[in-house]
């Protein structure tokens, strides 16, 4: 599949005949590459964290990069790719495969909110969304016809479906781009067998022929953000060259021509007002077999990266020490280039050039910025935002990257934004931010804890009517099922009241709780609550318990990631405050065995927490998160027991089945700030399990004790804790 503008390891993009693919094979450094025309060999599916990095940045109006960060899925395959990305970062667009291990391939819209949705086909097997408008309305792209027979170009809408642009005469056409708004699209057609020519479609015009350099093929590659400047690369007369070219409807297909000591140039990329062109330019040999449509590549020379106006033309804007560099992206205002360079030792860097400051790697641009960056690990740099502040690439070690340099805003309830600068992986970003979701979990955990805890044994807390209840009581465990690392733990003091019909229960405790997380990173939350809780007898020995919990607290948040390879922080302090209900049947002294009062119950309880929408302060790729709310529905059978040993010291015990009914926690979404939106899918909870109890309950200081050690099988609750208790009747 034809998925993003250029890999790493290519050299150049000169692409004819279908779709932006003739010569999108990867061409090596000094290989000759033969690439022979087949319609259905131009669109193959790409890795999706290759398609993330090259996802279109340059609308005018955008203010801050759209990098998509998320974990699309699939259409029911293994494989999917994105292409294009909407103004707002909302609506992604590309292709999936729909069934494991089958080659079929399907054009693809995704939002948030609906997921990956197929877009169909035009009759076949096949199809590719390439282009979205900036509101993620409008959909381009290609897709084979009824019986494989020929691919077409589409342009798809919520309420048209899948359209067939037709072609200029032959049987295929491919669309590469679409203009923000939507209406004007950029792609190839095929006049004959022999002609494959750039078009450009409105609804109005239909497709219109944009013609040649004076050879037989022209392909578009991009398009300004109002549709009147189309650029790509062309054939020239007796295609004895291919040139990069600038169409607009006044001036037709203009040759913007090469670098001098180079025959060849393909124009990349063109700013939002269509003023700014760049690309490649170089030399190779070229031999056009017409009865086999391939295309020879000779040994390519002395690739450059150029950047035209039309005021000066093509201007080389050098290498970074070695002998070739070639451009990929254009900022939307025209001033930022982007691309890859060899240096003078021969590896290959990411590169960002500006007026100023010529042609620089981007770790040499982020070390300008005072951003410590050790050791170069970029490759290619594909795209740029709008003013050139945020680019993003490959890295030598093949992971998608995110690079910037700019002052963030303030924030809220968290105070100010970050440095905004450094160098981090897709992978370490969106990790370090799944990792900082777990705030509303842990104030969860802390009211399990009170509840089935301090309070796990109420009947204990009965008094004589018209006697009064006071006592203390902690809890301490370790939070380690799974992939947790942490602890927690409470201190409250309580007092209660028989009143003979109920007894009535007051507790006010504080709870703290830390987790660790990845690149050294944690979280620590702290609050108090206040719980009130009735004792009622309801028939006999049969005994109800009934209670409300309301707990206001804080999270001090320190994300951990790695910002050019050292270690960085961002950090919040969002509020976090839940509440819970709970109702529980007990049986006191249901069964005696073994000299062992057993007591059976079954309890029911519902919390919810709610973190606070917070924009992180300090580091490098501080981010904004959105409010999180988190609830836990638990439903609780289990038996709690206790056997006389003698001089008023008992043995206490208890067994626990626990089921959580939610599947899953919620989706955490926000923005790492200057850079994209991100939409994060909440972690599968545990959701049975089991617990045991044992301790000792005694006599102490005019009071009651008893120590008790719990510990879980697994879910979403303290693996271990302690709970303690003294209580004094009067």
């Known amino acids: 599949m034809h998925i993003q503008k250029t890999y790493a390891e290519d050299i150049f993009r000169v692409s004819v005949a279908v779709g932006a693919n003739f010569l999108g094979k990867k061409i090596m450094h000094h290989e000759t590459t033969n690439a022979s025309f087949h319609p259905r060999s131009a669109f193959r599916l790409r890795p999706l964290a290759f398609a993330l990095a090259a996802l279109p940045l340059f609308f005018p109006a955008v203010a801050q990069a759209q990098a998509g960060i998320t974990n699309l899925g699939a259409l029911g395959g293994t494989n999917s790719g994105a292409t294009s990305v909407s103004l707002d970062g909302a609506v992604v667009v590309g292709a999936s495969t729909i069934m494991a291990g089958d080659q079929a391939d399907r054009a693809f819209l995704w939002t948030q909110d609906s997921g990956m949705i197929n877009l169909g086909t035009l009759g076949g097997t096949h199809s590719e969304a390439h282009g979205v408008s900036a509101d993620g309305a ?59 020519r750039a078009f450009r479609w409105t609804q109005d015009g239909g497709m219109e022929d944009l013609g040649t350099l004076g050879g037989l093929w022209s392909v578009p590659e991009g398009v300004s953000a109002d549709g009147a400047v189309v650029v790509g690369g062309s054939l020239t007369a007796g295609n004895e060259a291919w040139h990069a070219f600038r169409w607009t409807q006044n001036t037709g297909m203009v040759n913007l021509g090469g670098i001098t000591g180079r025959t060849n140039s393909q124009a990349n990329g063109v700013s939002a007002d269509g003023a700014v062109v760049v690309g490649g330019a170089f030399d190779v040999g070229r031999v056009i077999e017409e009865g086999e449509l391939d295309y020879e590549l000779g040994v390519r020379e002395n690739v450059h990266a150029f950047r035209w106006t039309q005021d000066i033309g093509m201007v080389d804007l050098g290498t970074l020490g070695g002998a070739e560099a070639n451009a990929h992206g254009v ?40 951003v410590a960056v050790p050791v170069d690990i970029t490759r290619v740099a594909n795209a740029t935002n709008v003013d050139g502040s945020v680019v993003v690439g490959v890295l030598a070690s093949g992971q998608a990257f995110i690079a910037r340099v700019a002052d963030s805003g303030s924030g809220g309830n968290g105070g100010n934004g970050g440095n905004g600068g450094g160098l981090i992986t897709l992978q370490d970003l969106q990790q370090s931010l ?107 020995n049969l005994w109800g318990a009934v209670g409300a919990y309301v707990h206001r607290g804080e999270a001090d948040m320190r994300r951990g990631y790695l910002n050019a390879g050292a270690q960085d922080y961002s950090r919040g302090t969002p509020n976090v405050n839940t509440w819970g209900l709970r109702a529980r049947l007990e049986w006191d002294q249901a069964w005696h065995v073994a000299n062992a009062d057993v007591l059976p119950y079954v309890d029911l309880s519902y919390a919810k927490a709610r973190l606070a929408a917070y924009t992180e302060s300090s580091g490098g790729f501080p981010a904004r998160f959105d409010s999180r709310k988190e609830k836990a ?54 959701r049975n399990w089991l617990r045991l109890g044992a301790g000792v309950e005694g006599k102490l200081a005019g009071g009651r004790a008893s120590l008790m050690l719990n510990a879980t099988t697994k879910g979403e609750t303290s693996n271990a804790w302690l709970a303690a208790n003294w209580q004094h009747a009067f």
Request: charged share 20%; no cysteine.
């Open 138 to 196: 409008v959909v381009v792209g290609g897709s084979d016809t009824t019986n494989d027979e020929a691919w077409r170009a589409f342009r798809w809408t919520r309420d048209s479906g899948m359209v067939d642009l037709g072609t200029l005469g032959g049987a295929n056409a491919y669309a590469h781009a679409i203009s923000s708004d939507g209406t004007v699209v950029v792609g190839w057609a095929d006049k004959s067998d022999m002609q494959y």
């Open 434 to 540: 799944a990792d900082t979701s777990v705030g509303s979990g842990m104030a969860l955990s802390a009211a399990v804890t009170v509840l089935n805890g301090a309070h796990s044994r109420p009947l204990s807390r009965r008094v004589d009517e018209g006697q009064r209840a006071f006592w203390l009581a902690g809890d301490w465990g370790r939070d380690g099922h799974g992939a947790r690392s942490g602890d927690l733990g409470l201190a409250e003091v309580g007092f209660g009241k028989n009143f003979g019909a109920a007894q009535v229960n007051v507790s006010l405790g504080q709870t703290w709780a830390k987790q660790d997380q990845v690149h050294n990173g944690r979280t620590k939350t702290a609050g108090t609550y206040v719980l009130a809780q009735a004792l009622i007898p309801v028939s006999g």
């Open 331 to 370: 900022s939307g205002d025209g001033a930022v280039v982007v691309g890859w360079a060899l240096t003078a030792g021969g590896s290959q860097r990411a590169f960002r050039w500006t007026q100023d400051a010529s042609m620089q790697s981007v770790e040499d641009w982020l070390r300008d910025a005072g």
């Open 633 to 686: 529905t638990e439903l609780r059978l289990g038996v709690n027991a206790a056997k006389l040993l003698g001089n008023g010291l008992n043995l206490i015990g208890m067994l626990e089945a626990a089921h959580r009914f939610e599947k899953s926690g919620p989706r955490s979404s926000g923005q790492v700030i200057g850079l994209s939106a991100f939409g994060l899918d909440g972690r599968r909870n545990d």
